[in-house]
């Protein structure tokens, strides 16, 4: 597509419920990241996948999140049995080939958990 | 360790006044430096970004930021702010160019309000 898309793009959840949010990331972008926005924080690096490679997982702050990225391209990330201080806007991002170091983010998903 | 400082959590100018938010990285080498804007509801935008030569680097939007290795600072200025500038700004540093973006460190960020 022509942007990173997240969904969804908001989420309230309760206490101890799993949750998966949703990355399409630009097409032939073979570098993906998840971060973490929590109210007058600054972005959380979550985790990095790139191209068939081991992702990077070391920024999931617990067992309880993991991630995925189905056939290089929609990744999804998953928060089970959610937690309070689990709620803040998780962004999605990707780079191309270019090895600019700019990263492309997409708008999203804010997650509340009561 | 890297790290970023933006001192100024809120600043408020008026429209068509200058303006210019603070930045400070710690990092033991030359960095890679990022300014992003956040629009309400939106994803990060890239402004301007430096790696090496010119200390002054231009950007979109009328953005301009300056390099300045002996202060460790890497300040965003507009000379004339418009109101659809009001906006959250994040300074970003990081060590590796092609190589694993989550080196970008990211400050707290300064919430822009533009008074009419």
């Known amino acids: 597509g022509a942007g990173v898309s997240q969904s969804p793009s908001n989420k309230v959840t309760e206490k101890g419920k799993d949750v998966e949010l949703r990355c399409d990331p630009i097409?032939?972008?073979?570098?993906l990241y998840w971060y973490r926005q929590s109210l007058g924080q600054g972005l959380e690096f979550l985790i990095y996948?790139?191209?068939?490679?081991?992702?990077?997982k070391s920024g999931l702050p617990s067992d309880r999140f993991s991630a995925e990225r189905t056939g290089g391209s929609v990744s999804t990330l998953t928060i089970q049995r959610t937690q309070q201080e689990d709620s803040a806007v998780y962004l999605c991002?990707?780079?191309?080939?270019?090895?600019?170091?700019?990263?492309?983010f997409g708008e999203g998903s804010r997650l509340t958990v009561l | 360790a890297q790290s970023v400082t933006q001192p100024d959590i809120h600043i408020t100018v008026s429209e068509g006044a200058s303006l210019e938010l603070r930045c400070n990285y710690s990092?033991?080498?030359?960095?890679?430096l990022f300014w992003y804007v956040q629009s309400p509801g939106q994803g990060l935008q890239l402004l301007l970004k430096?790696?090496?030569?010119?200390?002054l680097v231009q950007g979109i939007k009328g953005f301009e930021a300056e390099f300045k290795r002996s202060q460790s600072s890497f300040n965003l200025r507009k000379p004339s702010v418009h109101w659809s500038d009001a906006a959250e700004y994040f300074c970003?540093?990081?060590?590796?160019?092609?190589?694993?973006?989550?080196?970008?460190?990211f400050g707290s960020g300064t919430q822009l309000t533009v008074l009419p």
């Open positions: 991002a990707t780079t191309g080939t270019g090895g600019t170091g700019e990263l492309f």
């Open positions: 097409s032939g972008h073979t570098a």
């Open positions: 996948f790139q191209g068939n490679s081991a992702p990077d």
């Open positions: 990092y033991g080498a030359t960095p890679y």
């Open positions: 430096y790696f090496s030569g010119d200390t």
């Open positions: 970003a540093v990081g060590g590796t160019l092609s190589g694993s973006a989550r080196q970008l460190t």
